[in-house]
């Protein structure tokens, strides 16, 4: 299976950033996997923000609980992160990426994309 990330690399602040991951090689709504969101700011850890079950459920970190949403389009076996008024402290590389059920932790996914670099900027 493979996942690729897509979406905008600037953002300006205060708007809303929107990452889809388009998954190939197998199917996002067979198995009990976590198709999860997770981010790696300039100089710091990765972070796991939430991720969206095979079943359609969520899950999300506290961190970013307030701000970030998951959704998914089954038809073209995609999930996509919608993170609400993003500021500079946003700006970070973003992954997605696949882990067996109730993973919270970056280390505990497997399968990920390249990754995508986001910039939040006026």
């Known amino acids: 299976v493979q996942l690729r990330e897509s979406g905008p690399s600037l953002v300006q602040p205060s708007q809303t950033l929107s990452l889809a991951c388009t998954v190939s090689?197998?199917?996002?709504?067979?198995?009990?996997?976590?198709w999860g969101w997770i981010r790696q700011p300039p100089g710091k850890d990765r972070e796991w923000m939430g991720a969206?079950?095979?079943?359609?459920?969520?899950d999300y970190s506290p961190s970013f609980k307030n701000r970030a949403s998951i959704d998914r389009d089954t038809s073209k076996n995609q999930f996509t992160l919608h993170l609400t008024s993003v500021t500079p402290e946003d700006t970070a590389t973003y992954f997605c990426?696949?882990?067996?059920?109730?993973?919270?932790?970056?280390?505990?996914?497997?399968?990920w994309g390249q990754g995508t670099q986001v910039t939040v900027s006026s």
């Open positions: 990426a696949r882990a067996p059920a109730d993973a919270r932790r970056p280390e505990e996914y497997s399968v």
């Open positions: 090689g197998g199917s996002i709504v067979i198995n009990d996997y976590y």
């Open positions: 969206i079950t095979s079943h359609g459920d969520t």
